[in-house]
């Protein structure tokens, strides 16, 4: 009887703490589910899933993020991120997506007024494009992002300083 005693209060301890946490939308491309396809297709969390991770859901408790990683129906990762990751995963997402919208946009130039390169236009059919996207590509979007995060903090610490402020 004494063993189930603590097991009962680590069971409503962790039912109060999921009932105050809620699910967080990393950005309207992805929702708040994020599959398996989306997780490749925007390299999402490379660090901390791997390929047996079916879906992850990110919960927000005020400050805290949590990256719930479900395969198979049971939960495999429980891992507490910050939210500097949340944002550098957001932005990386929104960078992704505004790649994939502009490669798939019908090109807007007037091949009437060039008549001899409407032969070209009419063989390049951008809607059936497969994106490659290689590792370098993904290191160079992580690389980006880290450094526009560090570029703003670096004004925002520059202009604190003008201002008398010591950090």
Same mark, same amino acid.
């Given at each position: 009887?004494?063993?189930?005693?603590?097991?009962?209060?680590?069971?409503?301890?962790?039912?109060?703490?999921?009932?105050?946490?809620?699910?967080?939308?990393?950005?309207?491309?992805?929702?708040?589910?994020?599959?398996?396809?989306?997780?490749?297709?925007?390299?999402?969390?490379?660090?901390?899933?791997?390929?047996? %991770?079916?879906?992850?859901?990110?919960?927000?408790? @005020?400050?805290?993020?949590?990256?719930?990683?479900?395969?198979?129906?049971?939960?495999?990762?429980?891992?507490?991120?910050?939210?500097?990751?949340?944002?550098?995963?957001?932005?990386?997402?929104?960078?992704?997506?505004?790649? $994939?919208? /502009?490669?798939?946009?019908?090109?807007? /130039?007037? $091949?009437?007024?060039?008549?001899?390169?409407?032969?070209?236009?009419?063989?390049?059919?951008?809607?059936? $494009?497969?994106?490659?996207?290689?590792?370098? $590509? %993904?290191?160079?979007?992580?690389?980006?992002?880290?450094?526009?995060?560090?570029?703003?903090?670096?004004?925002? %610490?520059?202009?604190?300083?003008? @201002?008398?402020?010591?950090?």
């Amino acid at each position: 009887m004494n063993r189930t005693l603590p097991l009962i209060i680590l069971t409503l301890c962790s039912l109060t703490l999921s009932a105050q946490s809620q699910v967080y939308e990393l950005h309207p491309a992805v929702g708040d589910t994020i599959d398996k396809v989306e997780i490749r297709k925007y390299f999402l969390f490379s660090d901390y899933l791997g390929d047996s %991770i079916d879906y992850v859901i990110i919960r927000q408790n @005020k400050d805290l993020f949590t990256l719930e990683g479900i395969s198979g129906g049971t939960e495999t990762i429980n891992i507490q991120i910050s939210e500097d990751e949340i944002l550098l995963q957001k932005e990386q997402v929104e960078k992704l997506s505004s790649y $994939f919208n /502009a490669v798939l946009e019908k090109d807007s /130039a007037n $091949f009437e007024a060039f008549p001899h390169k409407a032969s070209v236009a009419d063989s390049v059919n951008i809607s059936n $494009f497969d994106l490659n996207i290689t590792p370098e $590509f %993904i290191k160079s979007v992580k690389k980006d992002m880290r450094r526009k995060y560090w570029e703003e903090k670096r004004k925002e %610490i520059d202009s604190n300083r003008k @201002k008398g402020m010591i950090f």
